[in-house]
């Protein structure tokens, strides 16, 4: 039995969008109720997966097929393709599965040759028209079908326009229009080497072909790279009967939205222009009208246009991207699909949908596409003034929004200009947990190096802070205090913008937009809730993050790193006593200096959670980190604590490690300095003692970072529980408190059963979990991960997106033995993967407890969350118990 390849417009409907891509399933949708649609054929995403498979040749058997439709149409339109009387032209579209706006190609009028342009001159009795028409079409396929660059063509019609003194292309004359005809011929054949196609069957086969091409052109594989869309479903080639827009003042062409896509106002919002085609709106050339100017122009036509979006709203029950002609007074639809929209409208429509009855609130919690969100939480460039920025670089996206500031190198400056009202960038080859009340004060982040997972990254994506990281086209010098790029230098104290959303880096200052969150995302995210059942937690280091994370709908603390509580000017001197400590009784004295600040730290959180879980990670970083490394700041801070120079060179020479990262950091400084782990259980205790004798419901989680075997476990926990419960018993009072362990070595997956046994909770620490599964540096896989994904090699990047066939097994194996040790064992993620929805639905899968991500991504894990759930209820997923 052959298979069809082939469907005319009223063999097919919308359910068919996987076969006949979503413009021809919607012009067959529309063609069934009626709408005037100009009738044609449409071959299928098969066909051109087909074709790609068959050497890139089509098969005889869908060019038969091509043959019967065609035939029929021209018996149906009661024209001829080619024909010298009444010549049948027809449009050659792309229309893949998902919309890809813009991104694959488009020939109009084609079938016009020598002979039929007279053909259209007889049936139209408009010889300017068809002449213009034919110029599009010699342009257009040359382009699309042969690749020969357009600009050499709009290099002769500015010519002509220019010899002639016209402004627009309306004023060319029939005569303007042979003279370039005769020229864009010559074009051709310089550039291909023969002739221009006058046999209109070779031109549609050459169309067709192209069509199918540019599914994989450069554009379009960045767009699905871009959308998540997979690179395996073709596109479908739509073969439509041409109607025209540039045949008088009694014509003309637009695009129009049902509602407005940048608010959701309920409002038509569209574009057109009188006597053009289609290519015309949108390229720029003719400034267009609104849409409602088209009521005075021809009220009968707009008249007819509203009611025509009212059906096509109502039937497809969303908002409608509408492209449309009017041929000498008479309206066609030539297209219809889900209108692309900003998060804001996207919210505000489905809302309004929900509330008018047109669609119930799972089916609008299933319409909104989680990581839009970040639009709605973070600040934007104006767009008009971002028209005119001049672009210096571009790095990783790697937290969102935009921020404008003067450049600084050094936290201390950064804090200093920001004390006297100036707005700042911190710039940094590449950040570390000492520039952190730098990263604090500054507008923005910039590094030349680091990931999407660097220090940078993660803890800008935790304040919600912009941050453009691995910026290698920047040569960043801090001791010069200066940028290059090129030939360009920025100096400190000089203007420069960053857009953490798209990763660009821009001279000098642009204006900035805060959006707005409307009433309609507080209800949308209530429907949210209602669905959802995995909580969604933050990580959150100090009560200001703690309590914007619970603004956005965090329902605890699922990571507290309270490393980043000990780089403050007060605090950094004791900490730096304690790691040069070389005996225990001076560093539990150094110690001791710290206890009252960690203590007020986990008061302030404890007390923003208002009997949230709090989960608290002890000590991870090497010590290292917490040591200055240039001989001069060495010295500086030998001469402030007492001590020689050559000592603490000595200290921090001792300190340094070949691979910091599989060093001494996490429950091995425990093991080592078990004074640390005391000082911290303590802290915690007598923090949460002040909460709860203040009135406050105080739970929290201790967690043991790094665990790889279960005896560092053994050994650490009783340290904890002995100081913890010896404070609660000198205050008298009683609280309910858990110890777990991070999962974040893949050796802690394989035996998550022994370790289970001693611990009450899992998080599993995916960042880690990545680096040491894939064996890369999550700070310097940024130099190859963009290569692996370009090529194929990983589909995502892993530390962006969790690799489910690797580190997901892992993940997987160690649900299984921890639960299958303790039944109850309570189970969450806290790495950044935490709010990346895709992760979000794996971990849902699992059985997770919980998710944890950064508090501007709490409101894109909770609408991820609900989504999976709504799937399970559909029983497209199974969740695990």
């Not at 008088?248 to 695009?255: H, N």
């Not at 570390?432 to 990931?451: C, K, Q, W, Y």
């Not at 997972?453 to 453009?468: D, E, L």
């Amino acid at each position: 039995m052959s298979i069809k390849f082939v469907y005319s417009f009223d063999e097919g409907n919308k359910e068919m969008r996987s076969l006949l891509g979503g413009k021809g399933a919607n012009l067959a949708e529309m063609t069934n109720i009626g709408l005037p649609v100009p009738q044609g054929f449409t071959i299928t995403t098969e066909a051109c997966n087909d074709y790609y498979d068959n050497d890139h040749k089509i098969r005889q058997e869908v060019l038969d097929q091509i043959d019967d439709k065609l035939a029929k149409l021209e018996a149906e339109q009661g024209k001829k393709l080619g024909s010298d009387e009444n010549p049948l032209l027809v449009s050659v579209r792309s229309g893949a599965v998902f919309s890809m706006p813009g991104m694959m190609d488009t020939i109009l009028n084609l079938g016009l040759n020598d002979t039929s342009v007279n053909g259209l001159i007889s049936a139209t009795k408009n010889e300017r028209f068809s002449y213009d028409s034919y110029r599009r079409f010699i342009q257009m396929f040359s382009d699309v079908a042969m690749e020969v660059p357009k600009y050499k063509f709009e290099n002769v019609l500015d010519k002509v326009k220019a010899d002639k003194g016209y402004k627009f292309d309306t004023e060319l004359t029939v005569d303007d229009l042979k003279e370039i005809v005769v020229e864009f011929k010559k074009i051709y054949k310089n550039e291909v080497g023969e002739d221009f196609p006058q046999e209109p069957k070779k031109q549609l086969l050459l169309a067709i072909e192209a069509v199918f091409r540019s599914w994989n052109n450069p554009r379009a594989i960045v767009y699905r790279k871009l959308n998540d869309i997979p690179n395996n479903l073709g596109t479908a080639v739509n073969i439509q009967s041409m109607v025209f827009g540039n045949m008088g003042s009694d014509s003309g062409t637009g695009v129009a939205f049902t509602r407005n896509p940048s608010t959701g106002e309920n409002k038509l919002f569209g574009e057109y222009l009188i006597d053009a085609q289609g290519e015309d709106v949108v390229a720029g050339i003719r400034t267009p009208q609104s849409i409602d100017t088209l009521k005075t122009d021809m009220p009968e036509m707009y008249e007819q246009f509203v009611k025509i979006t009212d059906i096509l709203e109502s039937h497809y029950k969303d908002m409608q991207d509408i492209e449309f002609t009017i041929e000498k007074g008479r309206l066609f639809i030539l297209q219809t699909r889900n209108g692309k929209r900003t998060a804001k409208a996207a919210i505000n429509i489905v809302v309004d949908l929900v509330n008018a009855g047109v669609i119930d609130k799972e089916e609008a919690i299933m319409r909104i596409e989680p990581n839009q969100l970040d639009q709605l939480l973070h600040p934007t460039f104006n767009a008009e003034a971002l028209k005119d920025a001049q672009l210096l670089a571009k790095g990783l996206p790697a937290s969102p929004g935009a921020a404008t500031g003067k450049v600084y190198f050094h936290a201390d400056d950064v804090v200093d200009h920001v004390k006297s009202g100036e707005k700042t960038i911190l710039v940094r080859q590449e950040t570390s947990p000492e520039d952190i009340e730098g990263m604090v004060n500054a507008e923005g982040i910039l590094t030349a190096r680091g990931g999407m997972t660097s220090h940078a990254a993660v803890v800008a994506r935790g304040m919600g802070k912009c941050c453009v990281a691995g910026c290698g086209e920047l040569s960043v010098d801090e001791a010069a205090r200066e940028i290059r790029v090129g030939n360009r230098v920025i100096k400190e104290g000089e203007y420069i913008s960053i857009d953490g959303s798209s990763g660009c880096v821009y001279l000098g200052s642009i204006e900035m937009t805060s959006v707005e969150v409307s009433g309609s995302f507080g209800e949308f995210m209530t429907w949210v809730d209602e669905v959802r059942d995995m909580m969604v937690r933050t990580n959150a280091d100090n009560p200001r993050d703690a309590k914007k994370a619970i603004e956005f709908g965090a329902e605890g603390i699922g990571l507290c790193r309270t490393e980043h509580m000990f780089f403050e000017e007060e605090r950094i001197p004791a900490v730096r006593e304690m790691i040069i400590a070389d005996n225990v009784e001076d560093r539990i004295k150094a110690l001791d200096k710290l206890l009252p600040f960690q203590r007020e730290d986990f008061h302030g959180i404890f007390k923003a959670m208002e009997g949230r879980p709090c989960n608290v990670r002890l000590l991870d970083p090497p010590l290292h980190e917490f040591l200055p490394h240039e001989d001069s700041a060495i010295e500086e801070l030998a001469n402030q604590m007492g001590i020689r120079t050559s000592e603490l060179k000595k200290r921090v020479l001792d300190l340094d490690e070949f691979n910091p990262m599989l060093g001494h950091r996490g429950c091995r400084l425990a093991v080592t300095y078990p004074e640390i782990c005391e000082m911290q259980a303590r802290a915690i205790a007598q923090g949460a003692i002040l909460a709860i004798k203040e009135g406050y419901e105080v739970v929290p989680e201790i967690m043991v970072p790094l665990i790889g075997t279960v005896n560092e476990l053994k050994m650490l926990r009783p340290i904890i529980e002995e100081t913890v419960n010896s404070e609660l018993e000198k205050a008298g009072v009683s609280m309910n408190y858990t110890v777990g362990t991070m999962i974040e070595i893949p050796r802690a997956c394989l035996t998550a059963d022994e370790i289970a046994e001693v611990a009450d909770f899992f998080s599993f620490g995916t960042n880690d979990l990545t680096q040491m599964g894939f064996g890369y540096s999550r700070d310097d896989a940024g130099k190859f991960l963009g290569e692996y994904v370009e090529n194929g090699i990983l589909e995502k990047d892993p530390f962006q997106v969790l690799d489910q066939k690797g580190i997901g097994k892992l993940v997987e194996m160690a649900v299984k033995l921890g639960r299958g040790a303790k039944s109850d064992l309570k189970l969450g993620i806290c790495g950044e993967h935490g709010g990346e929805p895709s992760s979000v639905e794996f971990c849902y899968n699992q059985g997770l407890n919980y998710v944890s991500c950064s508090p501007f991504r709490v409101p894109i894990a909770r609408l991820a969350a609900a989504q999976a759930t709504i799937k399970k209820r559909s029983g497209a997923i199974e969740r695990d118990k």
